[in-house]
């Protein structure tokens, strides 16, 4: 392993906190790839096993007895058949939230992959070219950030019809802009650091300036920024699923939770169990990225 | 300072420009045009489109080239004409006028709320840093940060309403603005809403204080004797609140469109963001417009006095 990520990685690992966060997201990394071929279909409707609880709780039914016309109440039991317990449409819980896993992780990666990409390379470009150039690129960027953003992506995601590619590039293109100036005032400030100067007094080659010196340093804050980013944009994607948004053909975190919110006086575990999912996997990059934070901080 | 305040006016007018112009043409290319709701009744009602079609495009000026329609648009804002809301049948700015205060209160309580506790959290977590109390402020602060709004806001639901009956599981409209029963059926709301900043102003106000409870000044104040009171209300306090004040500020937009929004959804609180996600999916987009610009208009706003409050904040800070 390289040295520098060595030395990088021990500290990152001093914090508990940054190391449980690591070991939590790639478990459900390994989940969200390989379990949906142990789980069944997270589609799957079957009415018969409609409204069970998870394992170890039990709720109680009022069912209406056709020969005799009365009601009587049947105490429901969870099953390990399904240990998560299913919907009112009988559809397995476990299945739905470890697809929903998959959901989340790949629009998180991929839409903040895609602002990275973006707010870099305008970053840079204004720092480089100035002038001009600059000052147009940051306006447009000042433009972006007091854009509402959940707004724009709930007006577009209703527009053009809510697909995840659709949702994934929405985010992309208007999440860029905190990653464009941090990365901006970074090469900027780089540029007249006394170590620079000095590589460039000694006769450093601009190769070795640019990939030992300048690239390392601004490597630090993009991956920081993309670890505390992945979170939100999780939850924008839930938050959009939330409210009847999402794209209809995966089952999402957020889709799960809207569907539980209707029903919480009678099978409460459906709002409940992608909720928490949802907040340990924030909690875990917030950790994680604090975690990295201090390591890249040479004062700490 | 006239001239830098001009001058960030400006600049303000400039960016608002820019964020309803992104929105009027987002708006317009959109594969669904305004005419088209009015047709749907229309063909319900058996009359005759192709001609009725013409009409209504004309009076809404809809036949005419984009560019005209965008001047058009700025033209009448610009003499305070915020259009017509088709889905309710009304000016654009009753409408607003209407729905506002449910916004306004809920987004009031819940900023006081978050202010207040994050500085008293912060400030007593950072006082006594490595403390037990410190460790469980740091432990939950973590938590709020992380924990999704709309989900906390569920889960209140399902606890205090569902469970335990102590609140309504919806926000009850008649009751009068400022009233205590009205208070408390935003408990709930302003809890939802407020937790994450809170959180969030717990941390970055501990880390302020920390920073200068090391400073010189803190400890030729504490050589002279002074009470630890005075210290830390006084000396350190004032000095942690600048960099605060600028996270509050930056945080406020976020409350205002994103937690706003779905706080307003999930507790049926007729604000602005329930009108606007309306207006959304009746394609009614004179609304669509206000709101945003609306939005805008106050965070930018907020955005000014933050760095006007500045100058007298912190004497260091000179404007030329």
Redesign the interface.
């Known amino acids: 392993m390289n040295r520098l990520v060595k030395y990088y990685w021990k500290r990152t690992m001093r914090s508990r ?1 940054a190391a449980f966060g690591l070991v939590y997201i790639i478990i459900l990394v390994i989940v969200a790839i390989f379990g949906p071929f142990f789980t069944g279909d997270p589609n799957a409707v079957n009415f018969a096993e409609k409204n069970l609880p998870p394992v170890g709780f039990s709720i109680e039914h009022s069912v209406y007895d056709i020969k005799s016309g009365e009601f009587t109440t049947v105490v429901v039991k969870g099953s390990l058949k399904h240990p998560l317990g299913t919907d009112d449409k009988g559809r397995d819980l476990l299945a739905m939230l470890v697809s929903g896993a998959r959901v989340s992780l790949y629009v998180g990666i991929l839409a903040t992959g895609l602002a990275l990409i973006i707010g870099s390379v305008i970053g840079v470009t204004s720092a480089y070219f100035g002038g001009v150039v600059d000052n147009a690129l940051m ?2 960027t ?2 972006m950030m ?7 992506l ?3 995601v ?3 019809g809510p697909s995840l590619n659709l949702i994934i590039v929405v985010i992309g293109l208007t999440g860029w802009t905190g990653t464009a100036r941090m990365v901006r005032s970074e090469a900027l400030s780089l540029r007249t650091r006394e170590f620079i100067q000095a590589l460039i007094v000694l006769g450093s080659s601009n190769k070795r300036i640019i990939f030992r010196h300048l690239i390392p340093n601004v490597l630090s804050i993009i991956i920081v920024t993309a670890t505390i980013s992945i ?1 939100g944009v999780i ?1 924008a994607e ?2 959009l699923s ?2 009847g948004l999402g794209d209809p053909s995966v089952a999402s975190w957020g889709r799960i ?1 809207n569907a ?2 209707d029903s ?2 009678t099978t ?1 575990w459906v ?2 169990e992608p ?1 928490i999912l ?2 340990l996997t ?2 875990a990059f ?2 994680l990225g604090d975690g990295l934070r201090d390591a890249f901080d040479p004062t700490k | 300072m006239r001239e830098y305040i001009l001058r960030r006016v400006i600049y303000a007018i400039f960016i608002a420009w820019g964020v309803f112009t992104l929105t009027f043409f987002l708006l317009r290319i959109g594969p669904s045009s305004p005419a088209d709701k009015y047709l749907a009744t229309l063909v319900a009602k058996g009359e005759n489109v192709e001609e009725l079609i013409a009409a209504v495009e004309a009076r809404q000026g809809l036949d005419k080239p984009l560019y005209i329609q965008y001047l058009d648009y700025i033209n009448s804002l610009l003499h305070g004409d915020w259009g017509w809301s088709f889905s309710t049948s009304m000016p654009v700015m009753e409408l607003i006028k209407i729905h506002w205060k449910y916004s306004f209160q809920l987004i009031l309580l819940s900023m006081l709320f978050a202010v207040f506790l994050g500085i008293l959290i912060g400030v007593y977590s950072a006082v006594k840093q490595y403390t037990k109390a410190d460790y469980i402020a740091t432990f939950f602060s973590f938590i709020g940060i992380s924990i999704p709004n709309f989900w906390l806001g569920i889960m209140l639901i399902l606890v205090f309403s569902v469970k335990l009956g102590v609140f309504k599981t919806y926000y009850d409209t008649s009751l009068p603005m400022f009233s205590l029963a009205n208070l408390k059926a935003l408990v709930l709301p302003v809890i939802t809403l407020g937790t994450g900043s809170m959180a969030a102003y717990t941390r970055y106000v501990r880390a302020s204080t920390l920073e200068n409870l090391r400073k010189d000044f803190v400890r030729t104040a504490r050589a002279k004797g002074l009470p630890d009171r005075v210290v830390i209300g006084k000396h350190v306090l004032r000095n942690a609140m600048l960099p605060v004040v600028t996270i509050i500020m930056f945080d406020l937009s976020g409350v205002v469109f994103g937690g706003a929004y779905l706080t307003e959804i999930i507790f049926g609180i007729p604000g602005l963001g329930q009108i606007s996600f309306n207006a959304i999916f009746a394609d009614d987009y004179g609304v669509v417009v206000a709101v945003t610009l609306i939005g805008a208009l106050v965070t930018l706003f907020f955005n000014l006095i933050t760095d006007i409050a500045y100058t007298y904040l912190d004497p260091r800070i000179r404007y030329e």
């Open positions: 906190l306006r447009f000042d433009i007091t854009f509402p953003f959940f707004l724009l709930v007006l577009i209703f527009i053009f979170p939850l839930a938050a939330f409210i939770l539980g919110q919480l006086d409460w709002a409940v909720g949802l907040f924030v909690l917030n950790f």
